[in-house]
């Protein structure tokens, strides 16, 4: 009789071994940290005893499930915002509390809560793309849990690092500090093409090679992505990574949603695993990953959650369940990703495409002791039936839950028990991640109640207030303008050409003013056109009046618009949207000293006759204000506005809101 740490007995021991040996009753041998024996029940209970004995009737035991792409501490943006598209989930929302709240705290704490899900979902190891590893990959050791954990590097200053090459720095340190650890593999995570440069790529595929870990990046996630990689190198982002040479390190790929028949092969030659993540790409109609030509090409897929804010939990049986359904939808063909095949996805493919299939992903001998138990006694998984041989895989993918998990056992170590985490303190972590839940919750209510701070939670912002003395006429002839400006004391600095595209958003709260944003076409004198968006926050009301209809306006925040029109109203929920598009002859001109705007507006839509005069000035004190309504009062004089035709109207006034102009 052979002496060991832990048997396992009885049950339906699912080896997910090469031959996919099944043994029922069978038995499972833990030694330390490692399996040393599987096999039928009585064969095994006549070679062994064991100190610590589960039984297992009426259970499975199979290998621990693997999530193979995930980030950890988003856990606690679980539900932050959804239903979003992509930019206006990620600009509005991830990247301002992630920058406001992501710290070593946070991605510590995150890191337990999903330590404490995964595992109570029978998952024993994962791997993570995310900031401050050193912290995820403590947390997880204090869970037991075991996992590749991927430092971020983005071409863009991080939560953890100023500047790439300090993060590249964080990362190489990370690598040394772990390497050969039992539970942690510390590896590079280049977060995408897009976020990084060819260097980044280079030095991190270097690192991975150098310490023989894998690398980890998403691939080709959005359409859009693609389109944009294509149109930029001529190449789509995986055939570009191959050029690149980074494709050498042990790669895993997450999404691959929209690859070509090229790059099925691509991953295959170059042995790139695959993190197929199901439910995030429905959820961000991302689009449907070719899982089933990627199987049929050899490719190691695994599953992947991916995090919770995309999600939004970290069940592994949902995604095997949902690849498996929509693989045959999509392909329309109900034999596509069978049971069996997509819990080897969350099992011993997950391992390959980990590049750690020699340690784990099936119940072998001489593997570690990474192992799910789950109970079969529940009544969505009653009765049982054995007529194909492929009843179990079936009963575990279309009808068991991730709730069903008893025992789970990581590197030999039972970590839960009956259900019960016995490395972790789940109340404990559920009441910090409320605080924390708490804290972001004041931040974003503290933001919705300005729009300033809705405009600047989006960045790259000048605030800047600024105050402008003004007057608006309507004119018959604009040649008679244009020429009564060729005087001796008008100095025309500049003059130019534009079509000016505005949207007006207006809001429920009046003192939020009103939101323009611009879409400024500048006829350069080569006749050829640059773009120039802006986004302005302007004040509620007209702050003076001087007479002659000269008013004194206030905008508060001037910045650049690199976002679309649609991110905006998306983002903002505008109440009401206006449009006016006009024609601009602007001319920079100084008048005794003094810098002003005199423009020429022809108002397209909504359409009007004639056309418009408007002389402003930027202004910074009352004194400065009155001499310089004073100077425009002789402006109008000598460009011959008559006092009826002044106009005490905004442009934006004359437009019907959106809503009016469809009824
Ligand atoms: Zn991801």
Redesign the pocket.
Known sequence: MQQADLMLKGGVVLTMDPAYRVYAPGAVVIQGRDIIAVGPLADIASRFAATQTLECAEQVIMPGLINT???MPMSLLRGLADDLRLDVWLYGYILPVEKQFVNPEFCYLGTLLSCAEMIRGGVTCYAD?YYFEEEVAWATVEAGMRAVCGETVIKFPTPDAPSYDESLTYCRDFLRNWHGHELIVAAPAPHSVYMCTPEILQATTELAREFDVPLLI?VS?TADEVEHWVNQTSMPPLRWLEAQGVLEAKVLA??CVHLNHEELHILRKHNVGVAH?PT?NLKLASGFAPVAGMLENGVHVGL?T??CA?NNNLDLFEEMHLSALISKAVTRDPVMVPARQALAMATISGAKALHLDHLIGSLEAGKRADIAIVDLNSLHNVPRFETTGLNIYSQLVYAAQSSDVRHVIINGRVVMHDRQLLTLDAGSIIQQARQIGEDVNQFFIQREQSLLEKVAAIGGLEREESYEVQVKARIQNKELVVQALQRSDIAIVKESVREQYDTYFFFSDPDWGMLRHREDLVREADGSISPIYTLTAMGPTKEAEYGNAIVLTRSRLTAPADRTLRFYREYFRPREERQVNKKRWRYRIRYHGVDMAVNIDEIIQPAREGWYLEIKSRTWSSRDAERKAALISELLHILGVAPENLVRQDYVDFAASLEERRA
């Open positions: 792409h995930t980030h793309m998403h996630e997450a999404h993540n995030s992947g991916d995090g995309s």
